[in-house]
């Protein structure tokens, strides 16, 4: 199966004040297809979110390649990564970053907006993914008369409306309690299976496993395994 997404010999190092380089990713590969979810686990400080980042065309590598549906993300044209996010990424992050004097409909459709669908395309695909993560009953509420839980729905909803292919969501379940964590992943995985969409998932959390079909570690900047989900 043709990968969605890769990342190939993938370095980033940053400056400090006095010129010194600091390795934070040491020559990471990986690769995602559709309808797959991936979880992708380390400590603090191993290159996680920075990676994401990178995968996300948010961030640009030291050196090493990404591909994205076949198009390389290329650095040297920076005016086309914004374009790529759009067309092909939805990102689920840790904060739910909600507009909080928008609804849940809105919030949804400010995103397709953003990835150029408007009016009534928009107000109809929005519906769809709310009424796909279980809010269809909560769609003209804000986000202050919403529970975390349902908050982290609307957060998965907009990463989900306007169909990319590509799904990186950063510690998912981080504010949500077990219980909840857990009925979020489980959704998560039915949804990006149903609509064959490819999932990768930075987290701390254990019970990301029981939804993975594959486990990555990071550790010190390098990919150490690449397991079965447990």
């Known amino acids: ?30 690769s995602l297809s559709r309808g797959e979810i991936v979880s992708l686990e380390g400590p603090s400080g191993s290159g996680k979110t920075t990676l994401l980042s990178i995968l996300g065309c948010i961030l640009t590598a030291s ?3 990404i591909v994205v549906e076949g198009e390389e993300a290329d650095p040297k044209r920076p005016a086309r990564l914004p374009e790529i996010r759009k067309k092909s990424i939805g990102f689920v992050f840790q ?27 928009a107000r109809k695909e929005a519906e769809r993914v709310l009424d796909a993560v279980g809010l269809d009953d909560r ?6 008369d919403l529970s975390g839980g349902q908050k982290q729905r609307i957060a998965i909803a907009r990463a989900l409306a306007g ?6 969501a950063d510690e ?6 077990s219980h909840i964590g857990g009925q979020i ?46």
Do not use: C, W
């Open 185 to 230: 992943l489980e959704m998560f995985r039915a949804l990006a299976k149903k609509e064959d969409r490819a999932l990768l998932i930075v987290t701390h959390d254990p019970k990301v496993r029981t939804v993975s079909d594959r486990v990555l570690q990071i550790r010190d900047g390098s990919i150490a395994e690449d397991g079965i989900a447990a």
């Open 95 to 121: 904060q739910f970053n909600l507009f909080p004097s928008l609804t849940a409909l809105e919030n949804v459709e400010y995103a397709l907006n953003v990835k150029g669908l408007r009016n009534a395309t």
């Open 1 to 30: 199966m043709t990968p969605v997404l890769e990342a190939i010999d993938v370095f980033k190092e940053y400056r400090e004040g006095r010129g010194e380089t600091v390795p934070v990713l040491k020559g990471v590969s990986l």
């Open 139 to 144: 769609k003209h509420f804000l986000p202050r």
């Open 163 to 168: 169909r990319s292919p590509i799904l990186l």
């Open 172 to 177: 998912p379940t981080a504010n949500l309690d």
């Open 63 to 65: 050196s090493g390649r």
